[in-house]
Antibody, heavy 122, light 108 residues
């Protein structure tokens, strides 16, 4: 079965850190560009960060640059998001998602995890 | 950053009706890398359309996407009860891969 399973969310104080993990199965993880997307309570979707298959390139939203680091371990079929200097506005459900490829072209985020909740509060 | 503006914010319609959702980009979307997603409460988003007009695997043909450049639309030809949800567009051609603010489709 094709799936992504996030873990590592929880309650943390402002200024604290968390490391999210995303375990992939059922597809060739090492060939896939992976992403983190978040959704604050009652709000829309916000792309957070992206990493290419080989980890050669990473991209992040301005709102998290310098605080969050995306990484992956292809041997473990796992994606990570190290979140430091957390702020109350980082409170959200965090999803990992695969950027699909069809015929060599990008094809949207086709596989999503169930999400993990991060709450930043004193 | 490419800003995506979806309209309308909310639509109240009845099953069987036809609906067109709009997504306008602040600058041209590279290679028509524009996707549409459906999200229901408590669930992850589901990919509907990629490349502006390509249906995701298993998507009923009542869903269709069109557009290029800065103007894109998602059309549902005949609403089914399970189609009432929030719809987001996203451009994934240029980092940051921005989303629109969403359109809520509610039952009238």
């Amino acid at each position: 079965e094709v799936q992504l399973v996030e873990s590592g969310g929880g309650l943390v104080k402002p200024g604290g850190s968390l490391r999210l993990s995303c375990a992939a199965s059922g597809f060739i993880f090492s060939s896939s560009t992976m992403n983190w997307v978040r959704q604050a309570p009652g709000k829309g979707l916000e792309w957070v960060s992206s990493i290419t298959a080989s980890s050669f390139d990473t991209y992040s939203a301005d709102s998290v640059k310098g605080r969050f680091v995306i990484s992956r371990d292809n041997a473990r079929n796992s994606l990570y998001l190290q979140m430091d200097s957390l702020r109350t506005e980082d409170t959200a459900v965090y999803y990992c998602a695969r950027l699909a490829a069809v015929g060599g072209l990008r094809a949207g985020f086709d596989i999503w995890g169930q999400g993990t909740m991060v709450a930043v509060s004193s | 950053e490419i800003v995506l503006t979806q309209s309308p914010g909310t639509l109240s319609l009845s099953p069987g009706e036809r609906v067109t959702l709009s997504c306008r980009a602040s600058q041209s979307v590279v290679s028509r890398y524009l996707a549409w997603y459906q999200q229901k409460p408590g669930l992850a988003p589901r990919l509907l359309i990629y490349g502006a007009s390509n249906r995701a695997t298993g998507l009923p043909d009542r869903f269709s996407g069109s557009g290029s450049g800065t103007d894109f639309t998602l059309t549902i030809s005949r609403l089914e009860p399970e189609d009432f949800a929030v719809y987001y567009c996203q451009q994934y051609g240029t980092s940051p891969y921005t989303f629109g603010q969403g359109t809520t489709l509610e039952i009238k």
